[in-house]
């Protein structure tokens, strides 16, 4: 397992918000009937895409039925059919639908991340929620666009976790260069 591989295990077990913990996987055991026959992710969602990405997505959170339920970013919910379908027209992902791991989409060029990793009551982080994945983040880099490839290189950045989550669920924005 390469050092990238590692550190998205170690969040997805994180449990260090246990507001956020219980109502992960309360949704994951209500479940909405349409995704009845899921079994819910109800974990923490690692980044997804090119670990030599240039262009960096930063949503706010994961959707309670969509990354919640599937563990990917943008995935399984409305807010990944335009987010990915966008992205597949400007050449950064190998298709334009994002339903479930495993469905063979890939990025390249891009690297998508929550600012908080796990789904909020009412989609409203606590401060000190924020504040904590924002340290269990300095441990899980995000590309910057002159990246090597290797996450423990000194040109990966962390997220800036406040910044990010301003600009709500699905901003993105290209890194200065
Ligand atoms: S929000 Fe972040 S720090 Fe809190 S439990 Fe989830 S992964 Fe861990």
Redesign the pocket.
């Known amino acids: 397992m390469n050092r990238f591989a590692a550190l998205h295990r170690e969040?997805a077990q994180?449990?260090?918000?246990p507001r956020?913990?219980s109502w992960r996987e309360q949704i994951g055991e209500e479940k909405r009937r349409a995704y009845r026959d899921w079994k819910y992710w109800a974990r923490?969602v690692p980044g997804f895409g090119d670990p030599r990405a240039s262009l960096a997505i930063v949503g706010l959170a994961p959707g309670a039925h969509g990354a919640n339920r599937t563990g990917r970013m943008f995935t399984g919910d409305s807010s990944g059919k335009f987010l990915y379908a966008g992205l597949f027209r400007a050449g950064f992902a190998n298709q334009a639908s994002s339903e479930q791991r495993g469905d063979g989409l890939e990025l390249r060029g891009a690297y998508i991340v929550a600012a908080?990793?796990?789904v909020p009551p009412d989609n409203r982080p606590m401060p000190d929620?924020l504040n904590?994945?924002d340290r269990?983040g300095c441990k899980h880099p995000i590309p910057g666009q002159t990246g090597s490839g290797d996450p423990s290189s000194s040109t990966f950045v962390r997220p800036r976790n406040r910044a990010f989550a301003a600009a709500g669920t699905g901003g993105a924005r290209l890194l200065p260069r």
């Open positions: 969040i994180c449990r260090a918000c956020l913990v923490p908080l990793r796990c929620e904590r994945c269990l």
